[in-house]
Each structure stands twice: as C-alpha cells, then as structure tokens.
C-alpha cells in the first residue's frame, strides 16, 4: 500500500508556533522551512509528500516545484488550496493508494474524508514530525557508532555530506 501525503502549505504554517511566528517577518522562510521538514518526513516515513499553497489571490502562479525530492504547488490564480487538495485526493485515491490530508480547516477535512481520504489536523503533523526529527537524530547516532567500528572510519564532516545526499539535499 502507497501512501501519500497533501499538506496545506498555509494552514500548518498558521497553525504551527514556530513557523507562525516566523510568517510574521519571513513568508518565504516559513514555507523553505516547512518544505524543508516535509522532506524530512517523506524520507523517513517512505511516503510521497506534496505541499500546497494557496495562490488564488496571486496573477501568474499556479507552478508546480520539485525541491528536496517533495512536490510543490502553488495553486493557480481563482483556485484555492482547498480545491486543488480536493482535486489530487480524487485523482490520487485508490485501492493501493491512501492519502493523507494535513490541515486544520474543519470543513476541508470533512470534504475530504468524505472522499475516502484521511485526514490529520496540523498539530497532528506536528507531533508526527517531531517523532520523525527525534529518529532521524537517533540514526544518525548510530549510523555515527557504527562509523567507528568500521573498518574504513568516515569522518563528521563526511558522516554529513552522506546524510545531506540521503535526504536530497545539494
């Protein structure tokens, strides 16, 4: 079974405190940070992530990105997040395939599970995130101690090249 995960780009930087607070100086920065994450998750958790930005408002969008091996969509000018998210759960669900919906909007997730999506409100997500963050941490740890009994040791600096190209970072 695939799953797939479609996270309303706003709706969690809205909801979460860290990146909340960071909207209020840095647009740009919160969302880098939350693809940034997302991409954590998808490599930890095995799943494929999108994340949505509601662009409706915005001429001239309506783009679709690949960073850190993740998809990234804004919405095109007079489609909301929600309509896109609504759009990719009909498109994406099937019998071998569950998607998760991420978002805080109480109508959107009773839209969607009506669908036959999941959903999972951005605390929810937030608190996944943090259980991935803390694995990949102890990975690294021991990806670490086992460096060290190797017969060929790899140092710090290129213990970190290797997690940044495992994680698609350049």
């Known amino acids: 079974m695939k799953d797939i995960l479609l996270v ?35 490599a ?9 930005f509601d662009a ?25 997040a929600d309509e896109r998210i609504e759009r990719l759960v009909s498109e994406l669900k099937n019998v071998e395939t569950r998607v998760h919906v991420a978002t805080s909007d109480y109508a959107e997730q009773s839209h969607i599970f009506g ?25 690294v740890r021991e990806q670490r101690e086992e460096n060290k009994r190797s017969e060929l040791p790899l140092s710090d600096e290129l213990t970190k090249i290797f997690d940044k190209w495992r994680r698609g970072d350049r």
């Open 8 to 42: 309303d780009g706003y709706n969690v930087i809205g909801d979460w405190p860290e990146l909340k607070e960071l909207k209020e100086y840095d647009l740009a920065g919160a969302r880098d940070k939350l693809i940034q994450d997302m991409a954590e998750y998808q």
């Open 56 to 80: 409706h408002m915005v001429p001239g969008l309506g783009k679709k990105y690949h960073d850190f091996l993740l998809d990234v969509i804004y919405t095109k000018e007079k489609e909301t």
């Open 44 to 52: 930890f958790k095995g799943w494929t992530v999108k994340v949505i």
């Open 115 to 139: 669908s036959g999506a999941l959903r999972k409100s951005s605390r929810e997500l937030r608190l996944e995130m943090q259980v991935v963050k803390d694995g990949i941490a102890r990975r």
